[in-house]
């Protein structure tokens, strides 16, 4: 396959359909079907060994797939060695040779490739202009910072001028300061480019805050593959609601009572309409209201946060977090009245994990 003309540089889709990978008796990724739009920034997400890793470096052609098959642009790229898939690739280590300076370490593959002079001249201008690397040229990566050698290892993706970008937990070696900095500027180096990013992470607020959609994986599967506001409202299953949000949903199980569900066994009925049986209940801390006339709960202690007060509260059939103004005066002990509104509550088969739409608080 011909390296693509810099009018073919804007980013190519590319969809995935049934890839699995199956290292001896363990299977890292099982029956993964997406598609990502041209110009997108999806990011995958998830627990550290659920597979996130493992599938981007089958779309990098690091690991030849068991079954399935990928395509990019349209084109079958399943069995195609990486120099040929038209991609870049940015590591969690960077990648950059200690020996070479800035300017060296960012056009090495162009002149592996024998580029010529001028061409890689206007390459790299336009690289080191993007990412401020103009002033850090001449020096070596032991004399930069963590976040300078980060901006080299996207120069070098930039140079390219591959349609496609993919980031393997590139922010994970840097302090938290540093990595929302970096956040903002790959999210709007992309924007620019209109190149299409894959980019891997386990940090939740990195995928939330940077993606077009997130595609979670949990154990090799795919989860959900949504935008992080679909994400966060309408988690598909148990684990997607568990992971997304900090701190995550509250899930209680329910019982079932006479005219509704009650949270523990012979309660009274607190959802009118609502089966029980099997059925977890879910709600978001800040969408728990203390107000009169709630669900009595007793406060068992609370984490201030600054903006934000955390209450762990006792309530019938288990814990719930509250999310509070941080000037809200609640302490450890106190007896307070929790108000589940309605139109915030979501449900899961307690077998399946699986959302049920088909339940309606007061149907």
Known sequence: ????????????????RSVTKIFGAFTAVNDVSLDIAPGEFLVILGP???GKSTLLRLVAGLESVTSGSMLMGGADITALPPADRRLSMVFQSYALFPHLSVRENIVFGLRLRKRGAQEVAERLEIASR?????????????????????????????????????????LSNLDAKLRNSMRREIHALQRTLGITM????????EAMTMADRVALLDGGRLVQHATPAELYSRPQTVFAARFIGTPPMNLVPLHEAEGG??????????????????????VRPEDIVLAPGGLPARVLDTEFLGADLLARCALAGGEVLVRLPGKREVAGGDGVRLVLPPQALHFFDAASGRRRDDILCGA
Do not use: F, N, W
């Open 130 to 170: 993007l990412l401020g690397l103009g002033e850090l040229l001449d020096r070596k990566p032991s004399e930069l910072s963590g976040g300078q050698q980060q901006r080299v290892a996207l120069g070098r993706a930039i140079v390219s001028k591959k349609p496609v970008c993919l980031m393997d937990e590139p």
């Open 48 to 50: 550290s060994g659920c």
């Open 261 to 282: 569900a009650a949270l523990e066994p012979g309660g009274a009925v607190v959802l009118p309409g609502v089966p029980g049986k099997g059925v977890l209940l879910g």
């Open 1 to 16: 396959m011909s390296e693509p003309s810099a009018s073919e540089c804007r980013g190519v889709g590319i969809s995935l």
């Open 198 to 205: 894959i980019y891997v992470t386990h940090d939740q607020v």
